[in-house]
Every structure is written in C-alpha cells, then in structure tokens.
C-alpha cells in the first residue's frame, strides 16, 4: 500500500498546506479519505484524476475535513462520458450532509444539463452511514473521540498483511488503538501543546480538548507496535524550520519512524 498526505493543513489558510485529506493506493485502487480544501488540486499532483476515485470516506463532517466534498462530486460528474455513482461512507449526519450539498449545487447542475446535450444525468451519490465494522474489501472503521464531535471515525486499511491506520482528528481512546495496533503506518492529526496555550484566545484553548498532541500521538504509536508515525493536520501549521520540533516532541515516546508530513508526502508500506 502506499499512502499519500494530499493535504496536511488545519483550518487555518496556509498557502502552503492544503485541507486535511489523505490518499490510500491499495492493491491499485485509490481511496480518498477526506476532502480538505484544495483536494482536487492535491489529487492531480499525485496523480490521480476524479474520475479514477469511486468511494470517499469521511472520518467527520467538521468543515475543513469536508470542504471540497461538492468540487469532487461536480468535476468527477462533469468530466464523466457516462453515469457513474460515488459512494461516499461515513458517519450518522453523512447522507443528509450530502444531500445538502447537493441542493446547494442546485443551479450549477442545471446550467451544466441545460449547456452540454451529452450530459443528460444528474450527478448521483450513493452514501453508506457507519460508525465501526467492514466497510470496504479490507477496510474497517472504528468510533473515535472527538470530543463534541459525534459520531467520529477512524479507518483501518490492510493488505498483504500490512496495515494502515487513519486517525483523524482523535484523541487517544480505545477506538484508535483498535485501529493503530501492529500498523505499518499511523496517520494522526496533532497540536502543539505548548504553542496553543501561549496564545490567550478561549476559542483557539478550546481545540486543547478535542485533538491529540504531538506527545499523544507518540505514545499511542508505541503503545500499539506501529512502525511509522506521520503527522499531519498538524495545528497550528508549523513555522518553516520548525517542523523537526513537532517530530521530536512524538518521539520522546516513540522509538520508531516519525514523519512530519507535507502535502504530497508519499509513505509505502
């Protein structure tokens, strides 16, 4: 398997980070998890064009995890010489969140039916809601916690033996460590502690308790025998040459790998 940071941004505007979303390669197939701003912009820079994507996963339906959805679903169903379906799966909330993205791409679809006589479909969206079990050939989710975000979900990806885990934005919890354990590779959104406290905003302190720190990630790696530790979504988006700091902060618990992502970075298992 291989796996791709495509986006490693928070919600704050980085020009160089796009939105939290991840690439999953498996046995050639391409699987997107989530779709932070500038997906498709991200996508094409690995390589991937919309119309090789046939399922989205969700870990949540805060904003910067699903900005990008409505782009998706637009170009993928644009560009397409024929009616095709993009499952989308994802949490309890996920098919009404989607069917409000669809009414408000209302007008967009209308113009593009009425200007172009081959395309006589409307895009269409297949959503599957999950909270823990298979969800794909060799893909489980788990119920994460993230804090007054619920339901929240991680995923599990495994292949010839290998295994790959997507935290999201969780903290440690028995959920995480279900996926985590013996994994390949761990990917983990992270705060820096000690930068958010130093800044006395009560709304930016709030994201304290509902994400894991680059320390909480590290222990959670070593705690379940993972191999890889990438960080990403990392909050506050780090300072240029800083990025090493955020890395030996996990390893005061981890002994094995830890990356630092970028978006682009690719790790194969």
């Known amino acids: 398997m291989e796996v791709v940071l ?3 941004g928070c919600p704050l505007p980085d020009a160089n980070r796009a939105g939290p979303s991840t690439l999953v390669r498996m046995g050639g197939r391409p699987v997107l998890v989530d779709c932070g701003r500038g997906v498709l912009m991200r996508l094409t820079g690995a390589g991937v064009s919309p119309l090789q994507l046939d399922t989205i996963l969700l870990t949540h339906l805060h904003s910067d995890h699903v900005q990008d ?3 998706l679903i637009t170009m993928r169903w644009a560009m397409s010489p024929t009616d095709e379906v993009l499952n989308v799966v994802g949490p309890p909330g996920t098919e009404s969140f989607v069917g409000r993205t669809l009414a408000a791409m209302e007008d967009d679809i209308g113009f593009r039916i009425a200007h172009h006589a081959d395309l006589t479909w409307r895009p269409r969206v297949e959503v599957t809601e999950v909270t823990e079990g298979p969800v794909l050939d060799g893909v489980t989710a788990a119920l994460v916690d993230h804090g ?24 440690p919890c028995d959920g995480l460590d279900t996926l985590c354990r013996d994994a390949s590779v761990y990917v983990q959104t992270v705060l820096r502690r000690s930068l958010i406290e ?14 894991s720190s680059t320390e909480d990630a590290g222990r959670t790696a070593a705690r379940n025998g ?12 780090p300072r240029p040459g ?10 005061r618990h981890f002994a094995g790998e830890v990356l630092v992502g970028t978006d682009l970075m690719s790790v194969s298992t």
């Open 226 to 237: 993972v191999r890889t530790l990438a960080l990403t979504h990392m909050i506050p988006s």
């Open 6 to 8: 495509l986006g490693t």
């Open 198 to 211: 130093a800044v006395p905003s009560p709304r930016l302190q709030d994201v304290l308790d509902y994400h």
């Open 242 to 251: 800083t990025e090493h700091e955020w890395g030996e902060e996990a390893a």
């Open 148 to 171: 007054v975000v619920r339901p929240a979900i991680g995923y599990r990806f495994e292949d010839g033996g290998t295994a790959v885990a997507i935290g999201g934005d969780s903290m």
């Open 69 to 71: 959805l409505s782009d």
